[in-house]
């Protein structure tokens, strides 16, 4: 099974970055589901996970769905 680019993996840093956001906001908008997100297996301090480039291009093109930071 192959990856195609258009649903490559990102990171929750690569993800803040792009939204301009700060990590924790990407996790906690994660943690409460306002941003649906891989759960990769646990191995070091924090979740590790993983956001599809499609599913932030979704909510890129629909800012209004975007969640506000408190």
Known sequence: MTQSSSDELLTVGEVARR???D???VRRWIS???LEAVTL???G???SY???ST???TLLQNTSA???EA
Do not use: A, E, S
């Open 41 to 43: 297996p646990h191995i």
């Open 55 to 57: 599913t932030l291009n």
């Open 19 to 21: 939204l301009r956001v």
């Open 45 to 47: 301090k924090r979740q």
């Open 66 to 68: 975007l969640p506000q």
């Open 50 to 52: 993983r956001v599809r």
């Open 32 to 34: 409460q589901g306002l």
């Open 23 to 25: 990590t924790t906001t």
